[in-house]
Nanobody, 127 residues
Framework: QVQLVESGGNSVQAGGSLRPSCEASGTYQRIFDINIMEWHRQLPGRPRELVAKITRTGVSHYGDSVKGRLIISRDNARNAWYLQMNSLKPEDSGVYSC??????????????????WGRGTQVTVSS
């Protein structure tokens, strides 16, 4: 099984910054590769939306509502990725979850690709 664990969510005032992180690890199964690493968020009363994603080679894509304020990055050696969040607004408050496309298995010749999600971390921005 592969687990994605987020950390770094917190409460900040408007205009502040946060840097949530997500780290993937395997229990019994090994992680051989991670392709797309993503951050999603669910704001109160809204459906979950894609915030940012980054490919294995570092090409990134952002949702329109966060362009220019958030930066996604990754550390392939640690199977980790990050979301630098700047100029936060109260309307950014919600649960931020990570997702990844992971190649995993007990052995490489038995490995396959699966999508995994983290449980989410709360971001609260006060005015």
């Amino acid at each position: 099984q592969v687990q994605l664990v987020e950390s770094g969510g917190n409460s900040v005032q408007a205009g502040g910054s946060l840097r949530p992180s997500c780290e993937a690890s395997g229990t019994y199964q090994r992680i051989f590769d991670i392709n797309i690493m993503e951050w999603h968020r669910q704001l109160p009363g809204r459906p979950r939306e894609l915030v940012a994603k980054i490919t294995r080679t570092g090409v990134s894509h952002y949702g329109d509502s966060v362009k220019g304020r958030l930066i996604i990055s990754r550390d392939n050696a640690r199977n980790a990725w990050y979301l630098q969040m700047n100029s936060l607004k109260p309307e950014d408050s919600g649960v931020y979850s990570c997702k990844a496309d992971v190649e995993t298995g007990y052995r490489y010749d038995e490995a396959d690709w699966f999508d995994f999600w983290g449980r989410g971390t709360q971001v609260t921005v006060s005015s």
